[in-house]
């Protein structure tokens, strides 16, 4: 016996062929599946029902948001050439490496580091903070934190320093609450001309950002 599809039994239910009022004289067993099948087949065109009201509500939605968004990208179009100018003052990247070294008599090579602040303007702006080379920089790294924090955080930042102090730099010069990276913004929305020129009337290196504690005058 072949067997119909679905979509053939869904579209041609076949089971009003029996008047209702005769279904007394079938058996107990045939009155209960072709009922089974009657019920199925309401429950089925309600099911079909209700998903077609949700296509057609869930079409509505789709077109509504679509006009949303576009309105939203027509104001930011709108809006785009009136923020340029915090783009090419504001939006700078921060980085750490060495820019030069050279070997001493005694063979030991000497790096030198800076901190670059790069601005994506037309200009591509880039201002230099030399920090001097790396035993100047870890020495005052931990003298900053002996000086600045209690012994046991101390101990904590000095391991840290004397693992790798480089990557230490960097975290501070990309974390949004970095020491490093926290000045650097401060600077340059105090005074973003004075900030690009570094027009500064003073220096901006690995003291400024990690300053020791004034020692009181007697």
């Known amino acids: ?78 809006l785009n050439d009136s923020i340029d100018h915090l783009r090419s003052t504001y939006n700078f990247t921060i980085s750490f490496y060495n820019y030069n070294r050279y070997k001493r008599k005694d063979g030991v090579v000497n790096k030198f580091y800076m901190i670059t602040c790069g601005f994506s303007d037309h200009n591509k702006t880039k201002v230099n903070f030399p920090c001097g080379n790396e035993d100047r920089i870890k020495n005052h790294l931990i003298e900053y934190y002996r000086q ?41 929305l105090e005074d973003p001309s004075t900030f690009k020129k570094k027009g500064f009337k003073f220096k901006v290196n690995i003291e400024y950002f990690f300053p020791l504690p004034q020692k009181s005058k007697k």
């Open 1 to 78: 016996m072949v067997k119909k599809r679905r979509s053939q039994i869904r579209h041609n239910p076949r089971f009003e062929f029996i008047p209702t009022d005769k279904w007394k004289k079938l058996t107990d067993e045939e009155r209960s599946t072709l009922g089974s099948y009657k019920r199925t087949w309401g429950w089925l065109k309600k099911r079909e029902k209700e998903l077609e009201e949700l296509e057609t509500l869930l079409t509505k939605k789709i077109k509504s948001k679509k006009l949303q968004i576009n309105k939203y990208k027509n104001k930011l179009n709108q």
């Open 148 to 188: 600045t924090q209690k012994k046991s955080y101390f101990e904590m930042y000095e391991e840290r320093i004397n693992q790798d102090w480089i990557e230490f730099i960097k975290k501070e010069c990309s974390r949004d609450n970095g020491v490093i990276k926290s000045k650097l913004w401060d600077l340059c």
